[in-house]
């Protein structure tokens, strides 16, 4: 896999290695060598049968690794479609790094009308059936009323793979059919804050296309060195188009 072989240029500690395969040991590691692993790394991905859609079309500036913060917050390079069908693109519109937090938008255009997506990111019992990275996913109702969801999402990692669970706090709003979710306070100890928004809206033009985009931030807990930082934000996108990736398939059932 694309992220697995980037990430074997990390050379990690034997106490990483150790703890990878004892995860109660994980609180005396550093948090930039087992904790991003357990949140942001590569999902456990099932293997999908290619076909013409769901191309991804992203550039990553990845040619060297920089040692200060403004040279961390690069942007994802677009690559523009092959003149062909425009719904066949996934596209990564921002991808940045800086002082630990991680960001990330993408794109795609689709046929479906914007309820029909929508509709499918609501119904939030069937998410496992279209990410291939959610094992489980259910509602809880929140002290205040508001939306809880429970997750248990899979994750691999150099030949070891596992499973942890998130506790996520969503909005609806279906007028706009956008979708918007914050990571509760206190469920992981790797992760300082998360947030991030689906948004479903009838693309610009004439064509009767929907656009639907992605975005995604992630703040770490503890600052990783620059070098583990730049890698783990490449990561950190191809997680970003495999979410796009998955509902685009969904969509198109």
Excluded: N
């Amino acid at each position: 896999m694309e992220c697995t072989r980037l990430f074997r240029t990390v050379k990690l500690s034997k106490c990483s290695m150790q703890a990878l395969r004892t995860p109660t040991t994980c609180q005396a590691v550093r948090l930039w060598e087992v904790g991003i692993t357990l949140t942001l790394l590569q999902h456990k991905r099932a293997p999908r049968k290619t076909s013409g859609q769901g191309r991804v079309s992203a550039v990553l500036p990845m040619s060297g690794l920089s040692t200060r913060d403004e040279d961390c917050a690069e942007t994802a390079v677009m690559e523009a479609g092959d003149g062909g069908d425009p719904t066949s693109d996934i596209v990564l519109e921002q991808v940045t790094y800086e002082a630990g937090v991680y960001k990330a938008v993408g794109s795609f255009l689709t046929a479906a009308s914007p309820p029909t997506v929508y509709d499918l990111l609501t119904d939030y019992p069937t998410l496992p059936r279209i990410f291939t990275s959610i094992a489980e996913c259910r509602e809880e109702a929140g002290k205040e009323g508001d939306s809880l969801l429970r997750q248990t999402c899979l994750w691999e990692f150099l030949g070891f793979s596992g499973q942890f669970d998130s506790l996520l706090r969503v909005s609806e709003d279906p007028a706009m059919h956008r979708v918007s979710f914050s990571l509760v306070p206190g469920q992981s100890g790797f992760l300082a804050d998360l947030t991030g928004t689906w948004s479903v809206q009838a693309a610009p033009g004439d064509a009767g296309l929907t656009r639907t985009q992605y975005s995604l931030a992630v703040h770490l807990a503890s600052k990783p060195p620059h070098a583990i930082g730049s890698l783990a934000k490449a990561i950190f996108a191809s997680q970003v188009k495999a979410m796009l990736s998955d509902l685009q398939q969904a969509v198109g059932r």
